[in-house]
């Protein structure tokens, strides 16, 4: 780990105020943001979605779409969150050099951010928030590999302590990991991160870098995150693959949508809300995240 690097839990870097978007947005408190991903039945990128393509349902409900914004009119701050323990040594060479290309490709000078966080036993930022490039590959290069693992750690103090308070109400959050998907010493459980990640609107992409594939445990625990949050799981993990995953989803984030809403009879008590967004037409296909927590802030 770089000297310099801080705990990650008591980390309070020093924000700057982040560069607004094209679009204006006006925030309510029960306004609900949605990000989600629109291909046809073979899986390519739809662009010019409209609102009067799409319905949307909270906990069966339909609802009112307010606004509809493309990827260019929403600031994207991601956290790449890489598994530095000792069971990744092997492939972390890899791991280093396509985590450092697919930065160099996603993060729009002015516009985006990332950060880059490790994790073995414990949790660390090593380079927060920036649209500087050259910075966050410098902090990737100056990673090694040991240690156990607090994965479920490594997600929840990252959402809480950092991409929360990155860049205002209205960007899109997206969290990137690469692990094995095995913890031996979080002290956060992974219920309890998965519902941070749902409750605040934060996507999760997923690379398992266990070479086998044998751990079914693992491999769910590392879907689930993906799942949850409307992101993707890629397995089995071949390093010389890592390129192609990192594509994917640099292409998935350059063709996102957001959808806004306010729900009827919001009600901030905590409860979990399903969401569902239905094409009106056919040939849609639509990837989102499962609903939110109903508090007053959660996007």
Same mark, same amino acid.
Not at 201 to 210: E, L
């Given at each position: 780990?770089?000297?310099?690097?801080?705990?990650? #839990? #008591?980390?309070?870097?020093?924000?700057?105020?982040?560069?607004?978007?094209?679009?204006?947005?006006?925030?309510?408190?029960?306004?609900?943001?949605?990000?989600?991903?629109?291909?046809?039945?073979?899986?390519?990128?739809?662009?010019?979605?409209?609102?009067? *393509?799409?319905?949307?349902?909270?906990?069966?409900?339909?609802?009112?779409?307010?606004?509809?914004?493309?990827?260019?009119?929403?600031?994207?701050?991601?956290?790449?969150?890489?598994?530095?323990?000792?069971?990744?040594?092997? @492939?972390?060479?890899?791991?280093?050099?396509? #985590?450092?290309?697919?930065?160099?490709?996603?993060?729009?000078?002015?516009?985006?951010?990332?950060?880059?966080?490790?994790?073995?036993?414990?949790?660390?930022?090593?380079?927060?928030?920036?649209?500087?490039?050259?910075?966050?590959?410098?902090?990737?290069?100056?990673?090694?590999?040991?240690?156990?693992?607090?994965?479920?750690?490594?997600? *929840?103090?990252?959402?809480?302590? =950092?991409?929360?308070?990155?860049?205002?109400?209205?960007?899109?959050?997206?969290?990137?990991?690469?692990?094995?998907?095995?913890?031996?010493?979080?002290?956060?459980?992974?219920?309890? #991160?998965?519902?941070?990640?749902?409750?605040?609107?934060?996507?999760?992409?997923?690379?398992?870098?266990?070479?086998?594939?044998?751990?079914?445990?693992?491999?769910?625990?590392?879907?689930?995150?993906?799942?949850?949050? +409307?992101?993707? $799981? $890629? $397995?089995?993990?071949?390093?010389?693959?890592?390129? @192609?995953? $990192?594509?994917?989803?640099?292409?998935?984030?350059?063709?996102?949508?957001?959808?806004?809403?306010?729900?009827?009879?919001?009600?901030?008590?905590?409860?979990?809300?399903?969401?569902?967004? =239905?094409?009106?037409?056919? +040939?849609? @296909?639509?990837?989102?995240?499962? +609903? *939110?927590?109903?508090?007053?802030?959660?996007?």
């Amino acid at each position: 780990m770089a000297a310099c690097a801080a705990s990650l #839990a #008591a980390q309070t870097p020093v924000q700057k105020k982040p560069t607004p978007p094209n679009t204006t947005f006006v925030r309510h408190v029960n306004e609900v943001n949605i990000v989600f991903a629109a291909t046809n039945k073979h899986g390519k990128y739809l662009t010019g979605i409209k609102p009067a *393509y799409l319905k949307v349902y909270d906990n069966n409900k339909l609802q009112k779409i307010k606004q509809l914004f493309t990827e260019n009119d929403v600031p994207l701050r991601l956290a790449l969150v890489l598994d530095t323990s000792t069971s990744v040594q092997v @492939r972390f060479h890899f791991e280093q050099q396509a #985590a450092i290309s697919f930065l160099e490709t996603i993060v729009r000078k002015g516009l985006d951010k990332a950060m880059v966080v490790a994790f073995d036993t414990r949790v660390t930022v090593e380079q927060p928030m920036t649209d500087n490039v050259h910075q966050l590959a410098h902090a990737i290069r100056g990673l090694s590999a040991n240690g156990g693992t607090a994965l479920y750690d490594a997600v *929840y103090y990252t959402i809480r302590n =950092e991409l929360l308070k990155s860049g205002g109400p209205h960007v899109r959050r997206v969290m990137v990991i690469i692990s094995d998907g095995a913890d031996d010493a979080s002290t956060v459980s992974l219920d309890r #991160a998965l519902k941070l990640a749902e409750s605040t609107g934060v996507v999760i992409f997923a690379i398992s870098t266990d070479p086998t594939g044998i751990d079914a445990h693992n491999d769910e625990v590392m879907n689930s995150f993906a799942a949850a949050t +409307g992101g993707l $799981f $890629f $397995f089995p993990f071949r390093a010389n693959a890592l390129g @192609r995953m $990192f594509t994917k989803i640099s292409y998935e984030l350059r063709h996102e949508y957001v959808v806004t809403y306010e729900p009827n009879n919001f009600v901030p008590n905590g409860a979990f809300h399903r969401v569902r967004i =239905e094409p009106k037409f056919g +040939g849609i @296909r639509i990837r989102a995240r499962r +609903g *939110y927590f109903a508090s007053l802030i959660r996007n």
